[in-house]
């Protein structure tokens, strides 16, 4: 099992938004986007969109997808399964957990099951 990192309450990212957490702080060698979904829950995904460089915590989020600002590719914030063209790969996921209003990032512990 992996350490959790302490990314803030859950006041801290609005819903609807999200936050960076570095590759640095992270320990990943990937930057890791945390969204604050419309569902009220927060899900975690590698930054980087999988079809070209673009940052996914710039994107749009609508439900429980996010949108890639710079050419339009979904991924579902849940599975971080590629929704539509043009990305074909998915994006790597990574469980959050809300512990006493904390919002808790386990970088590299797939939120997949």
């Not at 009220?40 to 969109?49: R, S, V």
């Not at 590629?82 to 994006?91: E, G, Q, S």
């Not at 996921?93 to 939120?111: I, R």
Request: hydrophobic share 40%.
């Amino acid at each position: 099992m992996s350490e959790s990192i302490n990314i803030g309450t859950v006041e801290d990212i609005d819903e609807g938004e999200a936050t960076v957490i570095s590759a640095e702080e992270n320990g990943t060698g990937e930057d890791i986007a945390v969204f604050h979904a419309e569902d009220g829950n927060f899900y975690a995904l590698n930054d980087n969109c999988t079809h070209e460089t673009a940052s996914l915590a710039d994107g749009w989020i609508e439900g429980t997808e996010v949108e890639c600002p710079v050419h339009s590719a979904k991924f579902c914030l849940k599975s971080g399964t590629a929704l539509c063209m043009p990305a074909t790969i998915a994006a790597r996921t990574h469980k959050v957990a809300v512990q006493d209003g904390h919002v808790m990032l386990y970088p590299n512990v797939s939120a997949v099951v």
